[in-house]
């Protein structure tokens, strides 16, 4: 059982938006700025996308963008393109443990 | 090119032991945490520990402290995961990663944002 919860797929048209979800609680999600997505693509290293809730490293296309309300945390994917369909994974600091992941969301597009 | 190198795939039988690398190259090594996180066969992701090559100080996440040791040579940028003896449940995806963030004396902060390609350990009699 995974520290945060994500839901197992999501999936959206070229050119639509998408928001993945990763809940938590008031022990990590709710409590710091410090969570992260990383999107895995198969066969391949995980790929930071954005951390401290809502910051993208150099790189990233500003098509994603991350938020987090309460002790839910939320990656947006605007204007879906075909290489984008990955596995992503939210992660937040949790105290005694500092990252506690969400057990991964396959995102299709369709 | 800044990049973590990892070493091969493995294949080893239980109660052996193993030693895996992580190889740093065109950024200061010394100067970032490097941790390590397992990817079980089909499954998520999972912190195992960090360490700061500059002065070897590491932490251990609570479900794997004893299992494993992680240490590094600062003076070849590689950071190094162990096993002294593997276990069939050890078989995994094994990354190393820089911390974009730090470590205090109590906890750590931030996110991995460069990772090594991966190594595959599998453990099977």
């Known amino acids: 059982q995974s520290a945060l919860t994500q839901p197992p797929s999501a999936s959206g048209s070229p050119g639509q938006s998408v928001t993945i979800s990763c809940t938590g609680t008031?022990?990590?999600?709710?409590?710091?700025?410090?969570v992260s997505w990383y999107q895995q693509h198969p066969g391949k290293a995980p790929k930071l996308m954005i951390y401290?809730?809502?910051k993208r490293p150099s790189g990233v296309p500003d098509r994603f963008s991350g938020s987090k309300s309460g002790n839910t945390a939320s990656l947006t994917v605007s204007g879906l393109q075909a290489e984008d369909e990955a596995d992503y994974y939210c992660?937040?600091?949790?105290?005694?443990?500092?990252?506690?992941f969400g057990g991964g969301t396959k995102l299709t597009v369709l | 090119e800044v990049q973590l190198v990892q070493s091969g795939a493995e294949v080893k039988k239980p109660g052996e032991s193993l030693k895996i690398s992580c190889k740093g190259s065109e950024y200061s090594f010394n100067s970032y945490w490097i941790g390590w996180v397992r990817q079980m066969p089909g499954k998520g992701l999972e912190w195992m520990g960090i360490i700061y090559p500059g002065d070897s100080d590491t932490r251990y996440s609570p479900s794997i402290q004893g299992q494993v040791t992680i240490s590094a040579d600062k003076s070849i940028s590689i950071a190094y995961l162990q096993w002294s003896s593997l276990k069939a449940s050890d078989t995994a995806m094994y990354y190393c990663a820089r911390l974009l963030g730090y470590c205090t004396g109590t906890s750590c902060y931030g996110a991995f944002d460069m990772w090594g390609q991966g190594t595959m350990v599998t453990v099977s009699s």
């Open positions: 008031s022990s990590d999600v709710g409590s710091y700025n410090y």
């Open positions: 992660s937040s600091y949790a105290g005694s443990n500092p990252w506690v």
């Open positions: 401290e809730v809502n």
